[in-house]
């Protein structure tokens, strides 16, 4: 895959330890897709659809340009969700998100907690703290409107109707679920 000017082709060094939320703010699939092929600039690892689907955009070993801190980028695995930060995301969605959520999270030995599964809001801006701080853990509101986090660009995503508690107890209980177990 060539991603020049969209991602580095980091192998097998990568240390993934955090999975970013995103919303590519378009209510639509083709629309979703079709920012994320063009725009030079950015690029993300997988995007859920509305109606449940999932797309692959890059191999995990990639860095995708996703959080608008690069050392982020270095360790994250990028999932945009088609919708955006002022309409709710579906149930069909949440459900894809937390199937694939929870496979990475047992892949890469992930904590599935709201330090290491963070929305593209809570990302350090590189330019306002140091590019390795921890991820805003205030409460929503405040790290939304706080100039120091949301990557460079102070994104706010996914927004004020993520239900995070729900989809961080779904992803918890998906893991315990599917976790290897030896034969006894």
């Not at 599935?112 to 991820?135: F, K, S």
Request: hydrophobic share 35%.
């Amino acid at each position: 895959m060539d991603c020049r000017k969209k991602c580095d082709p980091e192998g097998a060094s990568r240390n993934i330890d955090t999975i970013v939320v995103h919303a590519t703010d378009y209510e639509d699939w083709d629309s979703s897709v079709a920012h994320l092929r063009d725009d030079l600039g950015k690029s993300v690892h997988y995007l859920v659809g509305r109606d449940g689907r999932i797309v692959q955009f890059m191999p995990e070993r990639y860095v995708a340009w996703h959080a608008g801190n690069y050392p982020v980028n270095l360790r994250s695995i990028g999932i945009e969700h088609v919708g955006s930060i002022a309409r709710p995301f579906t149930e069909i969605e949440y459900a894809a998100s937390v199937r694939l959520v929870a496979y990475l999270v047992n892949k890469y030995g992930i904590a599935p907690d709201r330090e290491h599964i963070i929305g593209h809001y809570q990302v350090p801006d590189p330019t306002a703290l140091d590019a390795n701080a921890p991820p805003c853990a205030e409460p929503t509101p405040s790290c939304e409107s706080d100039d120091r986090y949301g990557g460079i660009h102070h994104h706010r995503d996914p927004g004020p109707l993520w239900d995070w508690d729900g989809y961080l107890a779904r992803i918890a209980q998906r893991v315990r679920e599917t976790a290897f177990a030896p034969d006894r």
